[in-house]
């Protein structure tokens, strides 16, 4: 009886993922972005707006509706969350090169702060996790990187281009990983 319920779970399972080939069509638009972003001009400039604007709505969005499930002076919180992101997110796409100005500015600052938690992470998982000194070297990159971008402007916007430039490849490398796996599990071999 369980190994039935087990095949019916499983169908249950793969008929609730997205076809695997959305995957693969999420893949090649981000590449498309990473390839606009290498080019660094101002399409550069709005495409990295637009990805923020986007990102913003989205985020106020998912806090709209988290106002709604949330408990007592919550929701107050959530919803300020919600307009701050929403606003922002329209800023960005009336004005893309301010935008972009704020975050190449915030960057530095952004690195600075995410390397010391990486370190302060690398260092609590030392014992749990062989591993945990990759964590280190690459929170003592970002904290490096950070300060070397805060000295100059140029510095910083580059690094930012750079940066999601790189995430967009890693992104669209890991939906390439992922719609594959999603086909190997909607048709399986027989």
């Known amino acids: 009886m ?92 009336i004005h893309p090169g301010d935008t972009f100005v704020a975050l190449a500015a915030v960057m530095s600052f952004f690195l600075v702060f995410a390397g010391t938690f990486d370190i302060i992470s690398a260092i609590s998982i030392r014992k749990e996790l062989e591993a945990w000194w990759l964590q280190l070297i690459g929170g003592i990159i970002e904290i490096a990187l950070g300060f070397w971008a805060a000295g100059y402007y140029g510095r910083s916007a580059v690094l930012l281009v750079a940066w999601v430039a790189a995430y967009a490849i890693i992104r669209s490398s890991r939906d390439i990983i992922i719609g594959f796996r999603v086909r190997e599990l909607q048709h399986p071999a027989k």
């Not at 550069?44 to 007592?72: H, K, Q």
């Open 2 to 93: 369980s190994s039935l319920a087990s095949a019916a779970t499983q169908a249950a399972s793969r008929r609730a993922l997205p076809p695997w080939w959305l995957f693969l069509f999420t893949s090649v638009g981000w590449i498309l972005v990473a390839l606009i972003l290498l080019r660094f001009n101002y399409t550069t400039v709005e495409a990295i707006a637009v990805l923020f604007g986007i990102v913003a709505l989205a985020a106020g969005l998912i806090e709209a509706v988290m106002t709604s499930f949330a408990p007592g002076w919550w929701k107050l919180l959530y919803g300020a969350l919600s307009v701050v992101f929403i606003a922002s997110g329209i800023v960005s796409f």
